[in-house]
């Protein structure tokens, strides 16, 4: 049975992979922190981490990016997408108002993960402008948090399995701002794994890093790719973290790393003087509600 790493019982994360396992046996190992998730798998303990690295409303998550980057070499075996589906959480007893409605003018801190608060924005700003905001390690933790705190007008954003691993109650459901606010996992791991349904794409991502002081670089990289018909899902500059002003290109491929056409492109990048990095080519599935 595979080991998988990942956030918190209750997380998204942990929605999320239960989805793309769709009942295939795994061994879930929670950690607190994403950076003991990466660790899990590269120092052995787990076969795979579960990561989430963009979301529809947020972008980026930067500090994901950069693990997968800076910190680890460990390539990316599959992709998929989830609806980050957040709930407002707490002990209903705590905010019942007279006529037995919630009075959320009673809340005096929300815990929850930095992103899941960002996408909440706008029920926050409306239901609760009072409350303070508290940044969590993930969601399930700021659920968690809320648990061993009763009794001070505390409440989380989180999911209905957070609120159901943790014995609390939805107060406010789907309370994110838009109803498209899926996020983009991807599961890390020394080898392929087995998903047993068709995907929807392949995908390669890879690192470019420019030469110095080669003028239109970025356009011969581009034209590499655009006059092969090679589609580019995704292009992001982040910094090399060596020196101001040097980047490195993030690229997501549609095609397969050892495919004629991307090999042959990657080659002739390679011929400008850029140094070109494979993060993974994989597999990526889209989410299909049931």
């Known amino acids: 049975m595979k080991k998988i790493a990942l956030l918190p019982s209750g997380s998204v994360s942990h929605e999320a992979v239960l989805y793309l396992l769709n009942g295939e046996p795994a061994e879930f190992v929670h950690f607190k922190l994403i950076s003991d998730v990466f660790m899990a798998t590269v120092e052995g303990k787990t076969d795979y981490s579960v990561i989430p690295i963009e979301n529809t409303i947020e972008g980026s998550v930067s500090l994901h990016m950069d693990w997968l980057v800076n910190e680890v070499d460990m390539p990316m075996q599959v992709e998929w997408v989830y609806p980050s589906i957040q ?54 933790e700021g659920v968690k948090i809320v648990k061993e705190n009763p009794g001070k007008g505390w409440a989380a954003i ?12 939805v107060l406010a459901e789907r309370i994110t701002d838009h109803d498209n606010n899926f996020t983009r996992f991807v599961l890390i791991g020394r080898e392929p794994i087995r998903i047993p349904r068709a995907p929807e794409h392949v995908k ?5 890093t420019l030469p110095e002081d080669v003028p ?75």
Request: neutral net charge.
């Open 87 to 140: 709930n407002l959480i707490g002990n209903a007893s705590e905010f019942q108002a007279a006529d037995g409605s919630m009075d959320f003018s009673k809340i005096t801190k929300i815990w929850s993960h930095q992103v899941a608060t960002a996408q909440c924005r706008q029920f926050l700003a409306a239901a609760a402008p009072q409350a303070e905001l508290e940044q969590a390690g993930s969601t399930s």
């Open 158 to 169: 989180g999911t209905a399995l957070g609120a159901k691993t943790h014995g609390l109650d």
């Open 204 to 208: 390669t991502s890879i690192l470019v």
């Open 216 to 290: 239109g670089a970025l356009h011969q990289v581009l034209s590499a790719f655009a006059w092969r018909r090679l589609n580019l899902s995704r292009i992001e500059s982040r910094p090399t973290k060596k020196r101001l002003g040097n980047y490195y290109f993030y690229i997501d491929v549609m095609a397969e790393a050892d495919s004629v056409l991307l090999t042959a492109a990657m080659g002739e990048i390679e011929a400008l003087g850029c140094l070109v990095r494979v993060l993974g080519s994989y597999p990526g599935y889209a989410y299909e509600s049931k």
